[in-house]
């Protein structure tokens, strides 16, 4: 029975670490979703939005858009992946430059 605290306390974060590995791994966000969330987020048409960088980080998606009058967002698009079955949450974004409240209802 002493086991078995000991074998959480190792083997969970290695099976968690593969979620994470996971989730990075089979991110199915297109550009034209990624355009039209973060579109939507900051009040653009997707047709006003270009890409300008993108990573995935687990579950995260981090993408840097421009605006067609030169405006600079870095939004954060959670989920996408095959462990969220590609639905995602609504994107946080904010100017860039500036912090994104990235907590539940962007608090």
Do not use: H, W
Not at 30 to 52: C, R
Not at 53 to 64: A, H, I, L
Request: overall charge positive; aromatic content about 6%.
């Amino acid at each position: 029975m002493r086991a078995f605290p000991l074998l959480a306390i190792f083997v969970l974060p290695m099976l968690l670490s593969g979620c994470d590995t996971i989730a990075s791994k089979t991110n199915i966000l297109s550009d034209d979703k990624i355009k039209s969330s973060a579109g939507g987020a900051i009040g653009y048409e997707p047709s006003e939005v270009e890409i300008l960088s993108k990573r995935v980080e687990g579950t995260n998606t981090y993408v840097v858009v421009r605006t067609n009058d030169k405006k600079q967002f870095s939004c954060i698009i959670n989920g996408g992946n095959i462990l969220t079955m590609g639905m995602t949450n609504p994107p946080q974004c904010a100017p860039k430059g500036q912090g994104i409240k990235a907590g539940p209802f962007g608090g």
